[in-house]
Every structure is written in C-alpha cells, then in structure tokens.
C-alpha cells in the first residue's frame, strides 16, 4: 500500500491491481469479486473495509468485513489466524459501537449480541489474542458490565504486561467504578488504581495522544490534587491546542474558585472551547450551566435546545435536559421543569449515572402536591446518596403529609444524626413530636435555638413561640415568660408588663373599652405591633391569664384588638375572661362582637350557646349549638359535644318528666358523644359524657374505668382542666357503696382544683360521711361549706340534721360515756338552734323548706334532749364508781411499787456489803504476802551462821527441816510467789541449796519453839471463818470483785 492506493497482486501473475482508497467503488460487490477473485491477502480486506468506515459508508465496512469472515474464507485461510482474529474484532466493535449509540433497548441487546458473537468466534482462533480481550472489555464497558470488563483487561494485560490499550481499558474501567462506588474510600481506591494504570501508559508510550493525560488530569481531580490536575490539563493543551475536554476542565476549576479573576478566566476557557466547537454538547451544558448561576435563563434556553439537538449521548442528554428544567423551575413554571426532569430521568438507565435530576423531580412534585411520586424521587436520590440530608428532610416531610408520622419523626432523627449543626432538622424534628413528646419535641427546638445563635443568626420568632408554648403545657411559667418576652422583643406591651403606664389608667372590667390606646396615640406613644408578633403577644396574654394576672392579659388582648379588628380569638378570651367574673351579660356582648367579625366561627357559636344555658334559655341554646355544628358540616367535634351536652342537661332538669322524655335524651347524648369519639378517640370531654350517659343507666362499672382514663389522660396537660371526671368518679365510688374511695376523690378534687373552697364538692363529701355514718366528719364538712356560703341555708339544715343523727346514735349505744353524752347534749341544743333560726327566717326568706318539717326536727331534738337528761345521769353515777374503783386499783398499785422499791433496795444494800467484804479480804492477804517476802528476805541474811553448826545437829534436825522447807514453800506458791527461774537453779545446785535449808532449819529451832509456831495464812484464814484444807492452792484473780476461795 503506498500513499491513498492500495495494489492487490493478481493470482498466478507478477501483475497487480491498484485500487484506489479515495475512489473506492460505492457497490461494494465490485470490491469484494475482486478480493476473492484475486484471492487478496486478508489483511487487505481489512484495510479497504477501514477506509470505507472512515469515508463513513459503514454498510459497505460492514458488508466487507461479514464476507471476510464467512466460512468459505475462513477455510480457505485457515491457516492465517491474525488477520482473521481481526476482521472479527472489527466487526464485534462496530456492533458494539452500534449497541452504544442506539437508544432502543430491544436493538441495543441484538447489537450487544452479535458483537459476543464475533469476539467468540476470534477467542475459538486463538484464546490467548490480547486484543481480542480488549474488545470485550469494551463490549462489557458499553454494557455497564464494569467487573467483567476489568476481568477482560486483566487477562489481556496477563498475556501483554506491557499492552498500552488493556492498561487504557483498565485505567477507564477503574474511574468509572469509582464513580459509582458508594463508600468514599473504596471510591478513593479506585482512583488511583486509575491514576496508576495512565502512568503505566505513559511510561510504555510518552507519545501516546493528549487524551491519555485527560485521564491522569480527571483521576488528579477526584483524588483532591487539584494544582496536579491543573498541570496535566495544561500538558493536554500544550500537545492538542485544540482540546476541548481540556478547555472545559480548566474552564470548570476556574470557575470553581467563586473569584471574579477565576470566573473570568473560566469563561475565556469555555468561550475558547465553544469557538472550536460550537456544537459540542459538553461546552454547551458548561455554558447553560455557569449562566444559570447568574440568572439568563434566555441563554440557559438557547444552549441546552442546541446541546439536545447535536447530542446523540444519553448521560449529555440528561444534563441537557436536566438544565432546562431547572431553568423553568427557578422561573416558577412547575408544568415545564416536571416534564424536562422527567426527560432528563429517562435518558438514564439508573440514578447512580445522574442524580441531580431526581431531586429537581422531587421538588416539583412536592410543590405540585403528588407526594408519593415525590417520595419516589427523594427515594432515587437516597440510594446514592443515602446521608443526603435535604433529601432525607424532604422525605420526611413528605411522610408527615402522607400522615406517617413515627416514620417521619425517624428521618428527621436520621438528618440530625448525619448533620448535628442542621437548624432546620431539629425545627422539622420538634414541630412532629409536639403532639407525642413534648419533652422531646421542646428539647428539639432548644438545640434548633442554640445552632441558630451559633451562627450569628436572628432566632425566627416561630421557633421561640412554639417552645414558649411547650414550656406552659409543662406547668413552667417563669421560662415560658421569658421565652415570649424574648420572641416579642420591645413593643408597647412592655409598658403594660413593667408598669410604667399609670396603672388606673389601663385597668377596666369593661373589656370592651379601647379608650387607653386613643389616648396613647393622641400622646405620641407608637403603638406598632407587627402581624408576625400576634400569635406570640396572644400566647403570652394566656400565660398571664393562666396565672391569674387577668389586668395585664386583658390589655394584651384589647391591644390584639385594637390593631387587628377581626382577632376572633382575643374576642373568645375576653368572653371567657368575662364568664369566669360572671358577667354573662358582658360575655354575650364580646360574643356577639365575634360573631359581627365571623358570624360562622364555629367557636363563637359555641361559647354562646353556653353563655344561653347559662340564662336557661334553652331552645336558643340548642338552635345556637346546631348553628356551630352546621358551620363546620359536623366536623367540629366541640360544637356536637355541645348538643350531646344540652341533652344531658335537658334529661336531667329538675322540673318534672317522664321516664320515656328522660331515656330519649339520654340515648341522644350518648349518640353525640360517641360520634366524637369516632372523629376524636382521644376526646376527653366526648369520653367523661359518655361515661355519665352510662352512670345515669346504673352502669357503673363501665362507667369507672372510662372516667379513671380520662382521668389518667387529662393529668398530663396543664391545658386540660377537668376536676368534673374526679367529681363524676367519686359519685360512681358514692353509689357503688365505696364510700372511703369516695370521700378520699371528693378530697383530692377539693385540693387539686379548688383549694378546698368549692361549696358544692364540699355538700358531696358531707353526704357521703352522712351516709358512712360518720356524723362528726359530716358536721365538719358542712360547717366549712357554711363559711364559705353564709347564705345557703341548704348547708345550714343539713348540718342540723347531721348533728341530730350524731345525737341520736350516741344515745342508741349500749355503753356510752358521760363525755359523749354531754357532747350529745350540746350537738343537739345546736341542732335546734339552727332548726329554730331556719323556721324563723322563713317568715322573710323562701328557703324551701317546710315549716312543719322544722318544728317536728326541733321538736325530736328536744325529745332526745329529755332523753339525754336522764342518760348522762346514769353515765355520771358509773364514771364516778368508774373513778373509785380506779383510785383504789392506783393505791394498791403505789403500795406494792413501793415494797417492790423496798426489796430492791435491801438486795443492793446486801450486795454492796459483801463486795466491801471482799474487798477486804483481798487486802488481808496482800499485807500478808508482803510479810512473807520480807521473812525471806532476813532468812538469806543468816545463812552463813547456820554453815558453823556440827553434823550431828544436822542430822537430827534434817527431818524438821525438810518438813519446815517443804511447808516454807507450799506457803509461797499458795501466795503466787514462787520463782520458776529459782527452782530451776536448786534442780543445778541441790546440794548447796539443802545445806542452807538446813542451817534455816536449824535457825528458827533456835529463835522459837516447834510448838508454838503459827502459820500466818492459816492464822488469817481462821480470822474469816475459812479453813484450808491439806495442800490445796489458793488462786488470787486479778479483781477484787471476783476474788474466790477454793
């Protein structure tokens, strides 16, 4: 082949034919009659095949190459195994080239298939072709098959270490698995198993194309070596001025420095890559994408269209898309961006290719109101970004909105434990767990406060409004105030709170006067209260409300009022504020001013349907109570829980009945109650009504355990006062016969609610010791009742008539003192006296009660008065005889103490006498120890004098002495005085020892006859009366106390 021409030898001749490669024939028939014809060496076939593959006629490449690759030709060059090898991995790549570019999928896997086929026909030739390796390294890159590719490029670089195109091959692989490796240090890893290969290459071949140092430049890059990255795209430009990959990664790392100088030169790069190729769809998404950024969305338009239409590669594609959408997205064309992001999707076969447009998607849908299509987006992009957390707070959001609120809570703890410093996901986090966690959701919000301050930032005034408002369920009013005070900030309502308006000036029970703010306006005081600052200065009047400060709340609401007309529900605090004075003709007044502002305001209609039960005008009421339903299409559970209420009331009037009228109301009641509990189940007061409905039936079983829930459930909250459960408890306790439980309800709902000052709680209790029969506890009760309400004469009776029980079951006992009798007769003179004042004020009050009635009270009384006479008489005569008989008792009881007395004191007497005796004792016998020490002393004093005497003497003498020795120490070992160390010396030295045994012995034969002597122990044991016998010893202890004789 030289130049453009190619010389085919004609067979059996020295002759050739010249074909030419610029003139190839467009029928490729010609050409391949004359290949066979001429049986032309195969590796010419190939060689014309590429030239028309570079001229573009790919069906005439194609045709060529399967005729070079039948099975006549390859039985005819059997023998030629390389250039068959070749023709097939040409044709696999063009398949494979063609499954790369198609974007059917069916036709993609036909393409993908037959390339298989062609590189298993060339591995059949020869296994161990390198290059056919390569090829299918390549099939499986454009499979996405990115293991098998590697395992391809390895078994190439097996055969040829030094194969630059296998060391590429696994070089791109390598990158690419990095790109959709999940763990950051696999990912790392795999980059610069890259990076390694590229230099492989180019240490192999420095000549190899400028793209070889794209690849170096592209792993530099990941792996964070961004001046290296910059070095090896320079190097790009430097061989290939004209690269446009290279153009644009410079254009993008200056762009990235977010400096006017690196923008600036960014764009000369991206402008500098358009001008060399205008429509290459890679610059174009660079450029719609930095003009994104700075808002010409005209021209983010105009690029990516252009991009879209030159672009054939699905990945560019996408971007392209994906740009156009957020441009329509940014502009608030929500119908748009949702179509291109769909577009920019499908251009994808997975989200880990390109994520980006899954969470535009997400968005859209997300404000477009089709949340479970969002969540499938924001779901796409968690699983390549599992730790996103905008992501997992959209999906989080999403999931409250779809009303799974436990696994909305769990992502929201998810993002905060990726990203503590979120401000935003402990917001989110608290504002789900007010309803289940108070404690929580509050601890929520402090740590959403803290961050937020960390940053320099100003707190938003909803997040301290919601954490004030956790702090007053919580019962902590002090931080509860100074959380509003410090959303609230400076405002007139300081003036109100510090007192530094006259305080005469602002205080009025007329809630309906504006006057003061007229006035401070008229004075140059600004009154400004920001819309944002409402709902916060309300909360804060309900704290003060709460805490009884009623002068400050009213103010704080008139001042809601008085710069927003149509605040409803400072119209309804006022109103309550009102009924709690009870001026239920002011509270209709500031009702129905609500109602001018919203004559439909489901609330307003209740609370005056109320305010008329309260005047007993009944039939408004109900229609009042069917207005407030209404409104709401019987959704609103207050306004149904009203009707089951008149119900109830109306079944239990005092006016007379009929049984039937009674049973219909009843069941009516019940009916409403129960379908708040339908809409409501956790309805406190839609519960307690059902259970009084149930009480009124006699079923009190039931009845009880619904009241002991509502009870548990309504101790939780501070919003939720309801002391009637604990009344309505003891009332089933009082009517089961329980009457300890009941008293011990009665007492707790007196204490908790009321301070111990309800008139009506205290009648209850006082029943039900009357019908316990205790009288006294009764009597008590009813007289606290009486100081509270002087004017009940209800009170007045029955506390007589409990006294005239007392009385009269005193008087019944058997056995009875004369204490309780006078305590009889002094219960019963006041028992008429209030029976008396009663009969005499009916004369100018109508209490209810029957004159007739009263005088026989007065007259029983006076009966048992008689009766009482004559019993505290006799029990005076038994006490008295009680009283003797205990005198006598007490003196025989003195006087046998005092014997007792007596005895002990003789037996200590005696026993002090003979521990003195004792001790005595003792003292003898030491005077006398000491005796014998000193005689002992004076005998080693003579002892040379007895040496003199003759042996005749000592003879006749031995026997006394020995017997004299032997007695001499008898007596110091009965006194303790005998030396162990002695006796061991006489036991070496008998016989100097006997000598001077002798010679004492015969000494005090001298000094005194044998007769005569006496031995001074036993001389002092016959002066005590005790007498030794024989050898025994004689053992003194250490305590005088202790001292015995044996």
């Known amino acids: 082949m030289m130049g453009g021409v190619v010389y085919i030898p004609v067979q059996n001749s020295e002759e050739e034919v010249m074909v030419a490669l610029d003139h190839l024939p467009r029928d490729a028939t010609d050409m391949i009659d004359i290949l066979k014809a001429e049986q032309a060496p195969l590796h010419l076939w190939l060689i014309i095949a590429r030239e028309y593959f570079k001229q573009g006629k790919l069906d005439q490449f194609r045709q060529i190459l399967e005729e070079g690759s039948s099975p006549e030709i390859d039985e005819y060059y059997a023998d030629v195994k390389y250039e068959r090898i070749a023709i097939l991995n040409a044709l696999a790549a063009y398949y494979t080239y063609l499954g790369k570019i198609e974007t059917k999928q069916r036709d993609k896997e036909e393409h993908f298939i037959s390339a298989t086929q062609y590189y298993n026909r060339a591995s059949r030739i020869d296994a161990h072709e390198p290059y056919t390796w390569i090829g299918k390294g390549q099939l499986y890159v454009a499979k996405g098959e990115l293991q098998t590719a590697s395992e391809s490029f390895r078994i190439a670089l097996v055969e040829d270490p030094n194969c630059v195109p296998a060391l590429l091959g696994q070089a791109c692989v390598d990158f690419n698995i990095a790109e959709r490796e999940e763990h950051y240090k696999k990912a790392m890893d795999s980059y610069r198993s890259s990076l390694e290969f590229y230099k492989r290459a180019l240490q192999i071949n420095p000549n190899?194309?400028?793209?070889?140092?794209?690849?170096?430049?592209?792993?530099?890059?990941?792996?964070?070596?961004?001046?290296?990255?910059?070095?090896?795209?320079?190097?790009?430009?430097?061989?290939?001025?004209?690269?446009?990959?290279?153009?644009?990664?410079?254009?993008?790392?200056?762009?990235?420095?977010?400096?006017?100088?690196?923008i600036k030169k960014g764009m000369e790069k991206m402008h500098g890559a358009f001008e060399i190729h205008p429509y290459c769809p890679m610059v174009l998404n660079c450029l719609a994408n930095h003009f994104f950024f700075t808002g010409q969305h005209f021209l983010v338009e105009q690029l990516t269209e252009t991009a879209l239409a030159v672009s054939s590669h699905g990945l560019m594609k996408a971007h392209s898309y994906y740009?156009?959408?957020?441009?329509?997205?940014?502009?608030?064309?929500?119908?748009?961006?949702?179509?291109?992001?769909?577009?920019?999707?499908?251009?994808?076969?997975?989200?880990?290719?390109?994520?980006?447009?899954?969470?535009?998607?997400?968005?859209?849908?997300?404000?477009?109101?089709?949340?479970?299509?969002?969540?499938?987006?924001?779901?796409?992009?968690?699983?390549?970004?599992?730790?996103?957390?905008?992501s997992l707070k959209a999906v989080g959001y999403i999931y409250s909105q779809l009303g799974e609120i436990d696994k909305a809570v769990e992502t929201f703890r998810k993002a905060t434990r990726i990203d503590p410093k979120d401000s935003v996901a402990f917001t989110e986090l608290g504002e789900l767990l007010i309803s289940s966690d108070a404690g929580a959701a509050l601890d929520a919000f402090k740590t959403a406060r803290n961050l937020i301050?960390?940053?320099?930032?100003?707190?938003?005034?909803?997040?301290?409004?919601?954490?004030?408002?956790?702090?007053?369920?919580?019962?902590?009013?002090?931080?509860?105030?100074?959380?509003?005070?410090?959303?609230?900030?400076?405002?007139?309502?300081?003036?109100?709170?510090?007192?530094?308006?006259?305080?005469?000036?602002?205080?009025?029970?007329?809630?309906?006067?504006?006057?003061?703010?007229?006035?401070?306006?008229?004075?140059?005081?600004?009154?400004?209260?920001?819309?944002?600052?409402?709902?916060?200065?309300?909360?804060?009047?309900?704290?003060?409300?709460?805490?009884?400060d009623t002068e400050k709340a009213s103010n704080m609401y008139r001042l809601i009022l008085f710069k927003y007309p149509d605040y409803v529900d400072a119209y309804l605090r006022l109103t309550a504020m009102a009924k709690a004075r009870n001026n239920i003709q002011l509270s209709i007044e500031l009702i129905t001013d609500a109602l001018k502002v919203d004559d439909k305001c489901p609330n307003a209609l209740s609370m005056l349907g109320d305010l008329e039960l309260k005047i007993d005008d009944w039939v408004k009421a109900k229609d009042t109570f069917r207005a407030a339903k209404d409104a709401t299409d019987g959704k609103d559970s207050y306004a149904t829980l009203a009707l089951g209420n008149w119900n109830y009331f109306a079944a239990i009037r005092n006016e007379k009945r009929g049984p039937k009228l009674e049973a219909t109301h009843l069941e009516k009641a019940k009916e409403l109650y129960t379908k708040v509990l339908m809409q409501h189940p956790s309805n406190l007061y839609a519960a307690n009504g059902a259970a009084i409905v149930l009480a009124e039936k006699g079923h009190f079983d039931v009845s009880k355990d619904i009241f002991t829930q509502v009870q548990e459930a309504a101790s939780g909250s501070v919003f939720v006062q309801m002391p009637d459960v604990w009344v309505n408890l003891a009332h089933v306790y009082f009517a089961q016969g329980h009457f300890a439980l009941a008293a011990k309800m009665y007492q707790n709902c007196l204490r908790k609610f009321y301070c111990n000052t309800d008139t009506h709680v205290l009648q209850y209790l006082a029943r039900t010791h009357y019908e316990a029969e205790q009288w006294q506890e009764c009597k008590k009760t009813l007289l606290r009742a009486i100081h509270l309400a002087p004017s009940n004469y209800t009170l007045r009776f029955d506390a007589g008539v409990a006294m005239q029980k007392f009385s009269a079951s005193t008087l019944q006992k058997t056995k009875r003192t004369a204490d309780e009798v006078r305590s009889t007769v002094t219960e019963l003179k006041n028992a008429v006296c209030i029976f008396s004042q009663l009969s005499a004020a009916s004369i100018y009050h109508s209490h209810g009660f029957d004159e007739k009635k009263l005088e026989t009270h007065v007259e029983y009384c006076k009966h048992l008065l008689d009766a009482a006479k004559v019993h505290c008489e006799a029990a005076e005569r038994e006490e008295q005889q009680n009283r003797q008989r205990l005198e006598v008792a007490r003196q025989v009881s003195l006087a046998e103490e005092a014997r007792r007395k007596a005895e002990e004191q003789r037996k200590f007497q005696l026993e002090k006498r003979k521990q003195e005796d004792e001790l005595k004792q003792v003292m003898q016998q030491e005077e006398h120890f000491e005796r014998i020490k000193?005689?002992?002393?004076?005998?080693?004093?003579?002892?040379?004098?007895?040496?003199?005497?003759?042996?005749?003497?000592?003879?006749?003498?031995?026997?006394?002495?020995r017997r004299r020795g032997e007695k001499a120490q008898n007596d110091l070992i009965a006194a303790g005085l005998e030396d162990s160390d002695a006796e061991d010396d006489l036991g070496a030295h008998s016989t100097a020892i006997n000598r001077k045994r002798r010679a004492w012995s015969e000494s005090d034969e001298d000094d005194e006859p044998f007769g005569d002597r006496v031995n001074p122990a036993e001389t002092d044991e016959e002066t005590n009366g005790i007498k030794a016998k024989g050898q025994t010893q004689r053992k003194l202890c250490c305590q005088p106390s202790d001292t015995k004789w044996v």
């Open 208 to 262: 190899c194309p400028a793209s070889v140092r794209l690849g170096i430049g592209f792993c530099r890059y990941k792996l964070g070596q961004f001046e290296k990255a910059r070095q090896a795209f320079q190097r790009v430009l430097q061989l290939d001025p004209d690269n446009v990959e290279a153009l644009v990664a410079l254009g993008v790392m200056d762009l990235q420095t977010n400096e006017a100088h690196g």
């Open 934 to 961: 000193e005689q002992w002393k004076h005998s080693s004093n003579t002892a040379g004098k007895r040496r003199e005497r003759s042996q005749v003497e000592d003879e006749e003498g031995g026997d006394r002495r």
């Open 453 to 548: 301050k960390k940053g320099g930032q100003e707190v938003p005034i909803e997040l301290m409004n919601n954490m004030g408002v956790l702090y007053f369920e919580k019962g902590e009013f002090e931080l509860a105030e100074q959380t509003f005070k410090e959303a609230l900030g400076d405002g007139i309502w300081l003036s109100f709170l510090t007192g530094s308006i006259d305080r005469s000036a602002y205080y009025s029970f007329q809630y309906k006067d504006f006057s003061l703010f007229h006035q401070l306006e008229e004075d140059g005081s600004c009154i400004e209260l920001p819309s944002s600052k409402v709902t916060t200065l309300f909360n804060y009047a309900r704290l003060l409300e709460q805490v009884n």
């Open 323 to 390: 740009n156009l959408a957020r441009s329509y997205h940014s502009k608030g064309d929500f119908e748009k961006a949702l179509r291109y992001y769909m577009a920019s999707v499908k251009e994808t076969s997975k989200p880990q290719e390109f994520v980006l447009p899954y969470y535009g998607l997400g968005q859209v849908q997300l404000k477009l109101g089709d949340f479970k299509s969002s969540l499938l987006s924001f779901e796409k992009v968690l699983e390549v970004h599992p730790e996103n957390c905008e």
